[in-house]
């Protein structure tokens, strides 16, 4: 099993990190699936836009909702989240396999049972490495999840395409 994770302190910078270690590999010509998400800033409130980007070229999805000013529920879109995690499933069974897949979060949803969760145990399956992001509200769940075997990776591109390397090596 290979799943790694990283977190990070600055609002959305897990989010930068996650994509800029999609761009790096597909660079280098390495197959990828997964979500990763771009925050953009709304001009009327402190809130932001959030969508995912189906790796390696799918659509771009918004999985927020605009639930009004005096909201103070979760502004995830579930729907628009299984829209996404019903492509990255599709894109698990592609040929050749990817070579690694691209968590975006381990959330609340997550958490629960739901999201992107489905997808990990079912990547890690078919023997395809793991990367996601954690933020400290899910740390314990995404643990539990795991059952300890995760690893936490250094919040880097380089540290994260050190982790896969060895990740992709044959196990001996």
Avoid at 19 to 35: K, M, R
Avoid at 62 to 88: K, N, Y
Avoid at 104 to 132: C, Q, T, W, Y
Wanted: charged share 20%; glycine share 8%; aromatic share 2%.
């Amino acid at each position: 099993m290979h799943l790694a994770y990283v977190m990070t302190q600055d609002r959305g910078a897990t989010d930068r990190l996650l994509s800029a270690l999609a761009e790096h590999l597909q660079a280098q010509g390495t197959s990828i699936a997964g979500i990763v998400q771009t925050n953009t800033e709304c001009h009327d409130d402190a809130l932001c836009d959030m969508d995912v980007r189906v790796l390696p070229k799918g659509e771009t999805i918004r999985i927020s909702q605009s639930l009004g000013p005096q909201a103070r529920g979760c502004r995830l879109d579930p729907a628009a989240l299984e829209h996404a995690v019903a492509q990255v499933t599709n894109s698990l069974h592609a040929t050749p396999l990817p070579e690694v897949l691209i968590v975006n979060k381990f959330g609340k949803h997550e958490a629960d049972g739901r999201g992107m969760r489905p997808v990990i145990g079912e990547a890690m399956a078919l023997g395809i490495p793991v990367v996601s992001g954690v933020n400290k509200m899910n740390v314990d769940a995404f643990k539990e999840f795991s059952d300890g075997l995760a690893v936490a990776v250094e919040p880097s591109v380089e540290a994260l395409i050190n982790w896969l390397t060895t990740a992709q090596q044959p196990e001996i």
